[in-house]
């Protein structure tokens, strides 16, 4: 019970810190980031000790850093990073591979180090930073943009390579080069397996299940939520899988929770569920960096200071200029060259893993330990800020990169929406409207967030985003800012207020509303025309009536033919056709 009281209070202490810290941060305009690290020194050991690593501090910055995985899954689409898989693996291994000689070539220049040491130390500052760059990214939101895409992919790639090195590592001290092969050749079997696992659930299983969910949010979240801890349950217990056949291996969990986001990135209502997931994911990555500060040690932290500071200076403008060059030589411009770049500078959180295992498997002592948390940290903390003002600084310096860059051939970019039709809502309003805009616009894309109605759209030849109008991340993949024309058939005031502030200034927008008040607010707010379905019934009641009683007739044969253009199987009905039955005319 102590124990259990101890461990609560350690959690509210973690949360109430790092808060205020993000606070002050936020009214300061300083990255959370470093404010999270900064309270994590300040009580843990390293100065207040009021706050120790334990099994509950450990648990949750692993899930912060696994559900930080899952929704990096659940953002990549495979037919949108296509394009960018082969400069991916061409940037990743030579990438990787350079910086691992210059991390072990300026440990061997460090008086304290050997050759294992230094060869270690190599293969811990390959990797840049997953947490602080697909954060800063989501903060930024740019993690769809090219540059974005191109960092995460490389750090995928890396991430892989972690996974391997470290279930080599986990097995201490090779007897012979056949065991390392035996390991390596286990671990690869592994990945592809898991990988095997999601792409064939992504085209199965998920999709009959999401379909008769996707309209049920809260269940469409827990689902989705159950699916990442299968996959996480699975990485975390490889070995009680494994044990029958007597062979041992580590999978880390961040692995499977992102395979677990990439099977459900493939679906058409993935989108929807990225912004559900952002909150729960700040929570835990909060505790996530508060954590890693919390494993400071002062002793081993100071052992090598001097060398870590010394090691920072020189690793974070080689890894730039390594990227930079690889980045240039795979043909892409100027701007994305240089903030694809900027934001890998850091070594990653994984160093200090890979170090840990390292130790703990007797190739390092406690000491490079500490000079590789120490790195990590600093090279993290002093990243966030490039990250922060990274397009600043391309503006900046913008002349002379253009003298030491090519000139950007690159052609593999999909094709983004630009000065077309967003439509949100597809019902008796927008449905007789989409004919007319898609004769007049080139793209025409719709927002709506019930599967019948998307796959109605899809088979009528629309491009459809499965989602909730109200959220950022949809709003965005619509390319609301970019659009000449929108069109929004809720009357949700939150959602058309939203579309009113994403919108250019030149863009038309048509909204829908139910109250006059609405009404006023809206076009108060931008609206060019705010479409009131009870007033327009009302409209053509009065000529229904008018028609009744100057031709009874006349009367029948027009609701004859609305009639039978609401019953028409035909969804989506010609430009020509209208309610209306000669009214009109």
Known sequence: MVTEVALTADFAIIILSATLAGFVAKRTGQPTIIAYILAGVVIGPAVLGIVEVSELTELLSELGLALLLFLLGIKMRLDEIKHILSPIVKISIP?????????????LALPPFGLLESFIIGLAVMYSSTAVVIKMLNDKDEATSLHGKIDVGVLLVQDVVVVIILAVLAAGRPDDLAEVATTLAVVLVLVALITVAAVTASQSVLPVVFRRIADNKEV??????SWAFLFVFVSDNINLFLAPLGIEAYLSIEMGAFMAGLAIAQLPYSKELQDRVNPLTDLFVMVFFVSVALDLQAAQLLAHWQEAIVAALVLMPVKFLVFFYLLDWQGFDHETTFLGSINMIQVSEFGIIVAAVAFEGGFIPAEVLGFMTLL???TMAVSVYFVEFNHALFERFEPTINRWTGAGAFEGGKREY??????????EVTKNALPLLADRYEDLVVVDRTVSH???LEEGGYDVIFGDARNATIRKDAAVKRA???????????VNEALLRDVDDDATVFVEAKRIEHARTLYDSGAHCVIMTPYLAADRLAEYLRAYLEDEDALVEAIDT???LLEAPNSLPAPRDRLGGGLDE
């Open 376 to 378: 990590a940290i600093f």
């Open 220 to 225: 469409f979240f827990l689902v989705a939520l």
């Open 418 to 427: 630009r000065d077309h039709v967003v439509v949100v809502g597809y019902d």
């Open 454 to 456: 998307v796959d109605t």
């Open 484 to 494: 000449d024309f929108v069109l929004s058939s809720s009357v949700d005031p939150a």
């Open 562 to 564: 609305d009639v039978e």
């Open 95 to 107: 990438q990787m591979a350079a910086v691992f000689a210059a991390g072990m070539g300026v440990a």
